[in-house]
């Protein structure tokens, strides 16, 4: 097929200026077997960056693909890292590489909670479609769905030493599961508004929770007696049932009652022990905790983390004594008063211990305790910036907080406005309501950071030594690149100054505000009276008065023509020289927010907010076509250098190539995760730099890859069915289960369907193999003699002449783990008789044992009536039996024999150690004692 025309295709390239990004979480990592505390993990669009805090520099990213990040968990053993995306799929990260070899699918939307078990074998994700799902990570596979909640899951917590998991939820529900039988025995229903957040304190003996109020909620836990010594009745500590009934009905209604399990099931009670007030009105927005429990930080949307100190129970004895001897003290003074009692309460346990305050909104915040009683805190602020904090707790038991780390240059404090490319195409200026940043394009590094007003446009000079921005109180400020610092600020406009444009032939610019003007400057050298040296400035010449505000001013590159775009949803045509009307572009239905021409000055397009693209004619001002353009507003419109394609910008966060003469769409960048605000596009046309409200930055390279936009439009259609695919399907369902509260915890993915199309190919091709041996069987019967054998499968070949039955099995382990059962769930029941005629041969060869009776199992399971009732099943069946029994036996006596093996060199091990520990303890207490007898004579001589 011949080309008409060849479009080159970009590319997305780097991400930069975001430090975090608000929806995720941050997290304390251990990198390399580095300090602790030095370095956090934050999400930042897709990917995840880790910062050092100490360098402010950024020292590894966790790539995603598209969708964006919305949880962080780290593993116990600080090895890996857990990433939760906004499309409900759970990858695991390698701390040591930063690559990423298995990924969860099981939800249908975001994940909104993470949560490892203490060996870092089990991983708990809850997510916005109500679910929560328990994986095996060692196996890589999922374990469970358990169905419960009626809203988003808030958070969710394992018990260290009890198979119990808690979920918390905004249906106002704290639901407690046994993961031995998969159920809901508890739900807790002492709150009035959503659960936001919650955390174990005092060795999992007490519940915190934090609702949508300024109280923090404590729950006691006692928890019932479960392996009771020989001959002894099975008790349960704590109180009676019927005393907790009769706590439960005092309780007024906030109580925690058990709502859907008998008094005789519980495997724990739950009775509020009281509440914290916490200084902030609004919810709780995250809690956290040390490792030991020992501090609890809380915040809420303000600038304000609350930290508390959870008391020991020897200080909160020695407390109660002082206010017991206090209240005797007071008792004896007053006669008439009664004998001295005092009731301890939750204000005696958990006492405040500081505030920090942070330099902007907290969005999230983690505690990590380190060594020498150092609490180390870091929060994620909502202006795209990271601290951390240092507490030292004193003598007099107070906190002492000091600011260790700020991470702001590699970012701006509020969104990006404006975009602009130097003439070599080396340099990206971007500008926001308070400072502006020249980027290497290359290194992706800030070059300078300077204050400024709020930007709303920007540009080079000619020669890149200077830039110029227009802000919105209607200034213009000139910057010298060199020292950084701001020459001169003129009064351009006495409003909003919306639109700056270079003229063709480098000697001035245009402006243009919401004053009604537009203002033609020219460039001047003036001598600078402080320094003596010669300075840039501008001149203004001339003013065009207009009936409504100016949102965008375009020169033509032949100096002919001045575009100007109105508020009354028109563009006007001036000639530039004697700036006389000249044409009139009318028929958009709101506001032209963006235009611009082409490098021969024959075409114009404009963008507006009633989201189309108009091209028009600039000889006589016919619109060529109107194209509708993006879901939302069209916030920026610009040419590619010297050719009639252009690209857009709106704001349902996508970005667009058009080709003026054709009128098609060539090909959509999608990226960003918010609205996309501005873009620039290098000179040359080879780089295309956007800026969005998700405080990112992306850089768009062109490559030499040539679009053919047939492709292009079946590349859109078959995404969409892949997305509707995964959107649209429910968690399987197993034949012949009820539906309840656990559920299997895969779903049918794209790649589930496509992984058993492959087991299916790959049984056709054992029938066609199969098929070709017994013709050839039969041929020789009727031949009489030896013919040679058929030649065998071109596959078959490629994989070294293996056998049909091997390349069956190799497709099996192919599979991902965690796609495997969903996958022979899709899998046809025609296929099914074959696949286990092949696993009984694989399990008596001994081939992938462990992988073979996993995929047994489960085919049992879900066709157990079929094969039943199938007569030609039952022999294999019965092989299967006793072959699959004794090879599960000969490996589970093989891992014993490991095992003790492994026992035995720890044990060896332990026993040298042991031998130097005791050596050294020995020399540093002979130390001690010569320390001592030096301070005793200190001590005497002084006497």
């Known amino acids: 097929m011949g080309l008409t025309k060849q479009y080159l295709r970009y590319v997305a390239g780097a991400v930069f200026g975001v430090i975090g990004s608000q929806k995720a979480n941050i997290c304390y990592v251990t990198l390399r077997g580095g300090e602790r505390g030095r370095y956090v993990a934050v999400a930042a669009c897709e990917h995840v960056f880790i910062w050092d805090t100490r360098k402010a520099e950024k020292v590894l990213i966790l790539a995603g693909q598209k969708h964006e990040v919305t949880f962080l968990r780290p593993s116990p053993d600080g090895v890996h890292v857990a990433v939760g995306y906004e499309d409900g799929a759970v990858r695991l990260f390698s701390l040591l590489n930063g690559e990423s070899n298995v990924c969860f699918n099981g939800h249908k939307s975001a994940v909104t909670a993470l949560c490892y078990d203490a060996l870092g074998a089990r991983l708990v994700t809850g997510s916005k479609d109500t679910d929560v799902i328990v994986w095996d990570v060692i196996n890589e596979c999922g374990l469970y769905r358990l169905r419960g909640h009626k809203d988003e899951v808030t958070q969710a917590l394992l018990l260290k030493d009890k198979n119990l998991l808690v979920t918390s939820s905004k249906d106002s529900f704290v639901k407690w599961w046994d993961l031995d039988t998969q159920h809901c025995f508890r739900t807790l229903v002492g709150h009035r508004s959503e659960v ?23 729950w006691d836990l006692s928890y019932l007696q ?25 309780d007024g209604g906030d109580d925690g009652n058990d709502a859907d399990g008998s008094p005789e099931d519980r495997i724990l009670t739950l009775k509020k022990a009281g509440s914290v007030l916490r200084q902030a009105r609004d919810r709780v927005v995250s809690l956290s905790a040390d490792s030991k429990a020992g501090v609890v930080a809380c915040h809420g949307n303000d600038g304000v983390l609350e930290l508390f100190r959870v008391l020991s129970e020897n200080e909160v004895r020695k407390k109660m004594a002082k206010k017991i001897k206090k209240a005797k003290k007071k008792a004896a003074e007053d006669e008439t008063a009664e004998e001295a009692h005092v009731e301890r309460t939750l204000k005696d346990e958990i006492v405040r211990l500081s505030n920090i305050k942070a330099s902007s909104k907290i969005r999230w915040a983690d505690l990590l305790l380190c060594g020498g009683g150092e ?68 290194t992706l590094q800030v ?27 209607g200034n213009l400020q000139i910057f010298e ?104 572009l009318y028929g958009h239905k709101l506001p032209v927010l963006c235009l611009d021409i082409t490098h021969d000055s024959t075409l114009i397009a404009t963008g507006s907010a009633d989201r189309n693209v108009k091209i028009w004619g600039l000889d006589f001002g016919d619109c060529h076509r109107s194209m509708f353009a993006h879901d939302d507003s069209v916030m920026f419109l610009q040419f590619v250098p010297k050719t009639h394609l252009f690209f857009t910008a709106g704001k349902d966060k996508k970005i667009k190539q058009w080709d003026a003469d054709k009128f098609e769409l060539i090909q959509t960048l999608e990226g960003h995760h918010r609205e996309v605000w501005c873009l620039s596009i290098s000179p040359n046309g080879d780089h295309l730099a956007s800026a969005s409200h998700d405080k990112s930055l992306r850089l768009w390279e062109r490559t030499r890859e040539p679009i053919v936009l047939e492709e292009e439009r079946q590349t859109d259609r078959e995404a969409e069915f892949e997305e509707s695919l995964a959107k649209g399907d429910d968690a399987p369902v197993v034949p012949g289960e009820t539906p309840g509260e656990a559920a299997p915890a895969g779903k049918k993915t794209v790649e589930t369907v496509k992984a058993a199309e492959r087991i299916m190919e790959a049984l056709e091709l054992l029938r066609g193999e199969n098929r070709k041996l017994e013709e050839h069987k039969y041929a020789c019967q009727r031949a009489g003699k030896e013919l040679p054998l058929p030649e065998p499968n071109r596959i078959l070949v490629a994989f070294g002449n293996i056998s049909p039955s091997r390349y ?70 019965d092989d299967l039996r006793a072959n699959t029994l004794s090879k599960v036996r000969d490996i589970h006596d093989l891992m014993g024999f490991n095992s003790a093996a492994l026992q035995f060199l720890q044990r060896q091990l332990e026993s040298k150690e042991e031998v130097m520990f005791f050596a050294d303890a020995t020399g540093r207490l002979a130390d001690k004692k010569k320390r001592r007898r030096k301070r005793e004579k200190v001590v005497l001589t002084v006497a």
């Open 196 to 218: 936001w957040a919650m955390t174990f304190l005092n060795e999992e003996r007490r519940l915190l929770t934090g609702s949508a109020d300024s109280e923090l909620r404590a």
């Open 226 to 250: 479960e392996e009771p010594a020989e001959g002894e009745p099975k008790v349960k500590k704590g109180k009676s049932l019927l005393e907790d009934d009769d706590a439960d009905e005092n």
């Open 375 to 442: 609490l180390k805190v870091a929060l994620l602020l909502q202006n795209n910036t990271v601290e951390t904090y240092s507490l030292k707790t004193t003598r007099d038991k107070t906190a002492v907080a000091s600011k260790t780390a700020r991470l702001t240059l590699a970012g701006h404090r509020s969104d990006v406005r404006t975009l602009a490319f130097s003439s070599d195409n080396l340099a990206v200026l971007s500008a926001s309501g308070d400072t502006v940043k020249i980027w290497n394009r290359s």
């Open 447 to 473: 070059v300078r950071t300077m204050a400024c007003e709020y930007a709303l446009c920007s540009l080079f000079v000619p020669g890149d030594r200077q830039i110029i921005l227009g802000t919105k109180s």
């Open 481 to 584: 690149l060199a020292s950084g610092s701001l020459l001169e600020t003129l009064d351009g406009h006495r409003g909003a100054l919306w639109s700056l444009c270079l003229a063709p032939d480098q000697r001035g610019i245009v402006t243009g505000g919401a004053d009604k003007t537009v203002k033609l400057w020219d460039f001047e050298l003036v001598k600078d009276e402080a320094s003596g040296h010669k300075r840039l400035t501008l001149k203004h010449t001339r003013t065009l008065q207009l009936e409504e505000d100016v949102l965008c001013v375009k020169l033509s590159p032949d100096q002919r023509l001045l575009a100007v775009s109105l508020l009354d949803c028109t563009v006007k045509v001036f000639f530039a020289d004697t700036l006389k009307f000249f044409l009139s």
């Open 808 to 877: 069956v099995l190799d497709v099996v382990k192919k599979v991902r783990s965690s796609e495997l059962e969903v996958s022979l769930l899709v899998l046809p029941f025609p296929y099914v008789p074959e696949l286990l005629e092949l696993f009984n041969g694989f399990i008596r060869q001994g081939l992938e044992v462990e992988l073979v009776c996993r995929c047994l199992v489960f085919l049992l399971k879900i066709h157990f009536g079929r094969i039943c009732g199938s007569q030609k099943l039952v022999p294999v069946i």
